[in-house]
């Protein structure tokens, strides 16, 4: 019967027939928040039948108020008291249930102090929080808010400020300016194998900059794909990117991948956030390699940020975290270094030695 539910209505379904009957039955006076939001696939809505093998099955995160911390233990009292051992027909782990109150979980999951989760965040600790983590912690969904916190953290969370966003789309501007000429000249020599691992880089960082334009949190790699293709711009894009990354030779790949630099370039004077640049590609000095100049879009982008600490970092454009390192250890030091003091995280520090 429930073969083809998400794991998103399967948590919904058990919060309003579960949780919610034995909180106003238990503790009828409560105030709290429900929602499904954190790390799984079916946050993001990109959980299959496959998915049910591990860490998959009806499961909601509870939120209290500060004033209310003392009443966790009447809480989990409530939601595990003569638990069944499934739910719809799939395996109930009640006793994993988190109760914890919204300061606590962000804080943690940001790499930040509680504290600092009402109050804000600064444009530096955007830079080091993992576009999947910000992902996961908008995505899903709310079943329930007595006191509205959690919607008002979700939407400060919604998207990078405008400042964040033109210096990680100048970074990855940046990035391709630095690369596009690589991938023919190391085609040219004769290495098509380093060349094609160059076009796989340079469409990376063209998926990743649309991500950034259409204003959407890209995900880790194993649904970065999948999330590409909801994009506005894919349905162009993919036929060139496709070709790219299965060209055998390395004339086919600056082909496809100059129609690409192309697209998004045009996209990026749509946009209206620079003045307009020229979209076409030229040559690589008296080079025959077609390149589309990343560098003019990224001081054009650079140019438009006012916060004087972006503009010192604008020096090096680096980026945030998914732009230094795509690895996974390193893009979990900040949620591993978040400590209740609110010390700063080394990355964050590495940011501020540089301004």
């Known amino acids: 019967m429930y073969d083809n539910i998400t794991g998103l209505q399967l948590s919904q379904r058990f919060h309003e027939t579960y949780i919610a009957p034995r909180l106003s039955t238990i503790i009828p006076k409560l105030s709290y928040a ?120 979700r939407d400060h969370l919604r998207y990078y400020p405008q400042e964040v966003w033109l210096f990680l789309m100048a970074s990855v501007w940046n990035r391709i300016g630095q690369e596009e000429h690589l991938m023919p000249r190391a085609g040219f020599a004769g290495d098509e194998l380093g060349a094609a691992l160059i076009a796989s880089r340079l469409i990376r960082d063209v998926m990743s900059l649309c991500f ?79 390149v589309i100049g990343g560098n003019r879009f990224s001081d054009a982008l650079v140019s438009k940020i006012e916060d004087s600490s972006l503009r010192k970092l604008a020096a090096y454009r680096f980026g945030g975290i998914d732009q230094i390192s795509d690895n996974t250890d390193f893009r979990a030091i900040p949620e591993r270094s978040q400590s209740p003091s609110g010390a700063t995280n080394p990355l964050r520090a590495f940011l501020e030695r540089l301004q």
């Open 34 to 153: 429900s929602a499904l939001i954190g790390p799984g696939s079916e946050v993001l809505g990109f959980d299959t039948q496959m998915s049910r093998d591990h860490d998959w099955g009806p499961r909601v995160l509870i939120f209290l108020q500060e004033s209310d911390v003392s009443r966790r233990d009447a809480v989990w009292e409530a939601l595990t008291k003569e638990a069944s051992a499934t739910f719809n027909g799939f395996p109930l782990h009640v006793d994993q249930t988190i109760v914890t109150t919204i300061p606590a979980y962000y804080g943690r999951r940001l790499g930040i102090s509680p504290v600092s989760v009402s109050e804000g965040l600064d444009l530096l600790d955007w830079l080091v929080i993992p576009s999947q983590t910000l992902a996961e912690l908008t995505g899903g969904a709310v079943f329930r808010d007595d006191f509205g916190e959690l919607t008002v953290v």
């Open 212 to 290: 950034l334009i259409e204003r959407r949190y890209a995900p880790y790699p194993k649904w970065f794909g999948t999330a590409f293709r909801q994009l506005a711009c894919a349905n162009e894009l993919l036929p060139y990117l496709t070709a790219a990354q299965q060209a055998i030779e390395w004339r086919e790949r600056e082909q496809a991948l100059s129609a690409s630099y192309q697209i998004v370039a045009r996209i990026h004077n749509e946009l209206q956030l620079t003045e307009p640049i020229e979209a076409k590609a030229h040559c690589f000095f008296d080079r025959p390699f077609s």
